[in-house]
């Protein structure tokens, strides 16, 4: 099993950046995944990286803004997010999983989540 916790989240205004953090403990040799969920909406997928770091993907909405990294030797995973929006407001989730070709398959082990604000 693989525990996760995130930190980094706050309050930011629009345009500003922010990057959050999630450290894994237990069995670390994961792909992971970032998610987060708005308020009354359904939980999206932002990204992933594969366990080597040498493989991400996106979701559309935050293409060419956020960018994730890992740390496998400190066991972990940013997510830098830049030109924030008021519409990324959410709680943000790290995710443990693994990829089936360029597809990000997350298992069941979440982090609590942290919340980022971004103001207008």
């Known amino acids: 099993q693989v525990q996760l916790v995130e930190s980094g989240g706050g309050l930011v205004q629009a345009g500003g950046s922010l990057r959050l953090s999630c450290a894994a403990s237990?069995?670390?040799?994961?792909?992971m995944g970032w998610f987060r969920q708005a308020p009354g909406k359904e939980r999206e997928f932002v990204g992933a990286?594969?366990?080597?770091?040498?493989?991400?993907h996106y979701g559309d909405s935050v293409k060419g803004r956020f960018s994730i990294s890992r740390d496998n030797a400190k066991n972990t995973v940013y997510l830098q997010m830049n030109s924030l929006k008021p519409e990324d407001t959410a709680v943000y989730y790290c995710?443990?999983?693994?990829?089936?070709?360029?597809?990000?398959?997350?298992?069941?082990?979440w982090g609590k989540g942290t919340l980022v604000t971004v103001s207008s």
């Open positions: 990286i594969s366990w080597s770091g040498g493989s991400t």
């Open positions: 237990g069995r670390t040799h994961y792909a």
């Open positions: 995710n443990a999983g693994g990829f089936i070709g360029e597809r990000y398959v997350g298992q069941n082990y």
